[in-house]
């Protein structure tokens, strides 16, 4: 008897192949465990971003050398956010449940478009959790995304489509269309904006809101923005909030923006992109008064919920209004009453994705296994250390502190006694010196003109020794900085 041809994908010898695997296991592990010996980041060498590019591998390559590739060559030179050096833009640092989350995820290889299965009954379990933690009722909807810039997009589409119709769905914005205002403030995210131009709503169609001293939307410039849009002849449909502002950490006066929404018959979201899970601490929660009152909040789990990328949520407070703007009546997506095509409405009657990943199991093994109030005691802790920061900052004369701090973001930088240095490139270099030091990763932000030094504190495994090093840094190289610019 002939041998079947043997083609598949699957290893010849499984066994060789577990003992690859566990050596792949134990080098994550590793590389977490180990975290703080390395650099925060380190600069590519020209010669490793060379050697990495070839031509379309035709043959085969042993698991082993590839993953001796990756190991070499990519390993070393990721963004840094796993270590708890890393304090710029908002990251997420992930976890080791959430790492072997996804390897559970990637071998049962679920596509989480719909269908009568168990993990889409996963992602139902974080969307009834979600409706608890804010305060959301019954009839609520949520779907993971690829985070908050697709969720923010969504709630723009769900809007305009109760603002229109279904029917715009058919026929395009028309007319009726071309009559749509959306408010938010100016320290809102660039992602709002994006929303309005790929909805087809065009950017021009966005008020941009001043904001008050604390960096909130000012309600009453607010008012008069949508008075006047009405006196014109326009149609008001939608606002964002915004729950920690990308770049000071500002949360708007939510309650107050939910009785302008409500007065004005628009369309209440919340970007609370990394503030929104600020629910689950107690101490932060209060802040977020209001958002109970939204008709949908974007968020990520990938930030201050440490869920490794990507886990972006949209939740809607209507599921309807929500199904209205996406689901989609194909002969090839019917549903059953009875087998695998059962269990409708799926996921991918709440967004765009139809083929989707199990972004869901690392949320639900992140959240079941440590627990809310572990998680809300790791939020909480990243305001302390940002509080931390703001008193260090200000009992140095050298430093000035350039916002507020509302939550775990602090804008500084370093002054130079000699006032003929141009104080901003200054910390712009200082900020480039850091990072290329390996001690600490801020970033840059500016503040009302000024560039600043961003500490935004995300990361579970910062510390206050961790703070400590970015200061004496950020001292001992601002020094030698004003130093040299005065020459
Ligand atoms: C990070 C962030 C976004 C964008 O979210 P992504 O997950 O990167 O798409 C939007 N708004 C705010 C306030 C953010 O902090």
Redesign the pocket.
């Known amino acids: 008897m002939q041998k079947p041809v043997f083609n598949s994908l699957d290893p010849d010898d499984w066994v060789a192949f577990r003992a690859q695997s566990h050596r792949m296991l134990e080098d994550m592990l590793d590389y977490v465990e180990n975290i703080r010996q390395r650099p925060v980041w380190q600069p590519i060498p020209d010669e490793i971003r060379h050697h990495f590019q070839e031509p379309l591998p035709h043959s085969a390559t042993s698991l082993a050398a590839a993953h001796q590739t990756f190991m070499h060559e990519v390993l070393p030179y990721a963004v840094g956010n796993v270590h708890p050096g890393f304090m710029g833009?908002?990251h997420g640092a992930g976890t080791p449940v959430g790492m072997v989350a996804e390897m559970l995820a990637a071998g049962l290889n679920a596509n989480l478009g719909g269908r009568n299965q168990m993990p889409v009954e996963v992602e139902r379990q974080i969307v009834r959790w979600m409706r608890e933690l804010f305060g959301f009722p019954d009839s609520a909807s949520g779907v993971f995304v690829?985070?908050?810039?697709?969720?923010?997009l969504m709630s723009v589409l769900v809007a305009r489509t109760v603002a229109l119709g279904s029917t715009v769905r058919q026929e395009g914005l028309g007319d009726r269309g071309a009559q749509l205002v959306a408010y938010t403030s100016t320290a809102?995210?660039g992602?709002?904006a994006q929303a309005m131009d790929l909805s087809g709503l065009g950017t021009a169609a966005l008020r941009r809101i001043p904001t008050n001293a604390r960096h909130q939307i000012d309600i009453e410039a607010l008012e008069l923005a949508i008075a006047a849009d009405r006196q014109a002849g326009l149609r008001p449909f939608f606002i964002a909030g915004?729950?920690?502002?990308?770049d000071v950490g500002a949360v708007d006066d939510l309650t107050a923006l939910a009785e302008v929404a409500q007065r004005e018959s628009l369309w209440f979201h919340i970007?609370?992109?990394?503030?929104a899970l600020g629910m689950l601490a107690p101490d932060i929660a209060p802040l977020l008064a209001g958002i109970e009152r939204a008709d949908s909040i974007?968020f990520?789990f990938?930030?201050w919920g440490q869920v490794p990328y990507?886990a972006?949520f949209l939740l809607v407070r209507e599921a309807s209004q929500h199904m209205d703007a996406f689901a989609a009546p194909v002969a090839y997506l019917r549903r059953e009453a009875r087998g695998l095509a059962g269990g409708s409405p799926w996921p991918c009657d709440f967004g765009p994705d139809l083929s989707r990943g199990f972004r869901a199991l690392k949320t639900w093994f992140t959240i079941k296994v440590y627990g809310t109030e572990k998680l809300g005691q790791v939020i909480s802790e990243t305001c302390r250390l940002a509080r931390y920061l703001e008193q260090q900052v200000q009992a140095h004369a050298e430093l000035e502190l350039l916002a507020p701090v509302a939550l775990n973001i602090v804008c500084f930088r370093y002054r130079c006694a000699d006032e003929s240095v141009d104080v901003d490139s200054v910390n712009r270099e200082l900020v480039a010196d850091l990072h290329e030091s390996g001690i600490a990763v801020p970033s840059t932000t500016t503040v009302d003109g000024k560039l600043a030094i961003r500490a935004a504190i995300v990361n579970h495994r910062t510390g206050v020794q961790d703070i400590d090093a970015l200061l004496s840094a950020v001292l001992t190289i601002g020094a030698a900085r004003c130093h040299s610019g005065a020459q």
């Open positions: 833009w908002v690829t985070g908050t810039s697709m969720a923010n809102a995210h992602c709002i915004t729950a920690g502002t990308v970007d609370g992109a990394y503030g974007a990520d990938h930030k990507d972006g």
